[in-house]
């Protein structure tokens, strides 16, 4: 039995040495045989030259390095279509996500009740409040209009089996939104919870506009509700306009036609270019996704691994 560990890295070189020691005295200590398997995503820092030195003392480490930062999406999917564990599981190289969580981790998948070991935050202590506040929003909104089954504070720190990670490699979106993806795709998934902790070194690479973008792009990819909220405010002005007009007609025909009235003309033609405005927004998302995806262009380019690579275009 082999549990393949894949680990995003972009400017990592701090928290690296951290990781590996820590990972692999876990993973050693777990008594099966193991590949650290860290994606390079484009660093501009040491963390190339770090993993090389890494792999050539350790034969458990695998890397695999982008020509190009590709985002942590792109990142984890590299991963899961080269992994080669029977588990599988992903994993920040800040330390977030504790490594020794990993054997309780495997012990529930062992068990053979679930096909997953997702974490969840405890609590979002030392957050900022408005961004918590945005987040739990989120998880609501998405969690009612979209398949995508999202628990509130749901990391991307999981442990799989190779079944659920084959029906994820078989997503080959161009859009991934891999929080949407592991619900989307089903299976049994157990959630852990666990305090929060603080990386260790080096800087977060998420703002909060970041963030938010983020979030609307995973309820463009999962839900086609905005799209239908288009189509119904249009309904309900062209409804409301018919009475407007209605009364309107009815009013002149009673009390003739004084001219009045400029200000509120003028606000309401404002107030319905803005809505058709807004609308043609929505659809101009859901159309740019698809032009992406119609594209067909690989989710990544590997430009160095020592590994056998697997370089997955659809
Ligand atoms: N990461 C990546 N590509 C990026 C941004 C981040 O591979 O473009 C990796 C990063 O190295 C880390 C993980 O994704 O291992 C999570 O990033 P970070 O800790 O900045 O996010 P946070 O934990 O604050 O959500
Ligand atoms: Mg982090």
New binding site residues.
């Given amino acids: 039995m082999q549990i393949s560990l894949i ?4 400017n ?1 070189e701090e928290a690296l040495p951290i990781f590996y020691k820590e990972a692999t005295a876990v993973l050693t200590g777990m008594d099966c045989d193991y590949e650290l398997l860290f994606v390079n ?1 484009g660093s501009r820092d040491g963390t190339l030259p770090l993993l090389k030195e890494l792999a050539s003392r350790d034969p458990h480490v695998i890397y695999l390095s982008f020509s190009r ?1 590709f ?2 999406e792109a ?1 984890m999917y590299a991963g899961f279509c080269n992994a080669k564990g029977d588990y599988i599981a992903v994993m ?3 330390m ?1 996500d504790p490594p020794s969580l990993l054997p309780q981790m495997l012990e529930i998948l062992q068990s053979g009740e679930y096909d997953s070991v997702a974490t969840h935050r405890a609590d979002r202590a030392g957050e900022p409040p408005m961004r918590s506040w945005f987040a739990r929003k989120f998880y609501r909104i998405i969690n009612k209009i979209s398949d995508a089954d999202i628990v509130d504070g749901a990391r991307d720190f999981r442990l799989m089996t190779r079944d659920m990670v084959d029906a994820i490699c078989a997503m080959g979106e161009y859009n991934r939104f891999s929080k949407g993806i592991f619900g989307w795709v089903g299976f049994r998934t157990y959630w852990l919870p666990y305090e929060n902790v603080e ?1 260790v070194a080096g800087q ?3 703002s909060f506009w970041k963030l938010f973008k983020y979030a609307v792009d995973g309820i463009i990819n999962f839900s086609q509700v905005p799209l239908s909220i288009a189509s119904w405010s249009g309904i309900g002005l062209t409804v409301l306009a018919a009475f407007s007009l209605l009364f309107i007609v009815i009013r002149r025909l009673i009390f003739g036609d004084p001219v009045s009235g400029w200000a509120s003309t003028i606000s309401v033609i404002i107030f319905i270019g803005g809505i058709q405005l807004f609308c043609l927004g929505i659809m101009g998302q859901y159309i740019a996704k698809t032009y992406l995806e119609t594209k067909r262009r690989p989710h990544f380019i590997i430009s160095e691994s020592n590994g056998h690579t697997v370089t997955k275009i659809k």
């Fill in positions: 680990v995003p890295c972009y990592e995503d930062n985002g942590k990142a920040d190289a800040d977030q990386r977060t690479k998420w």
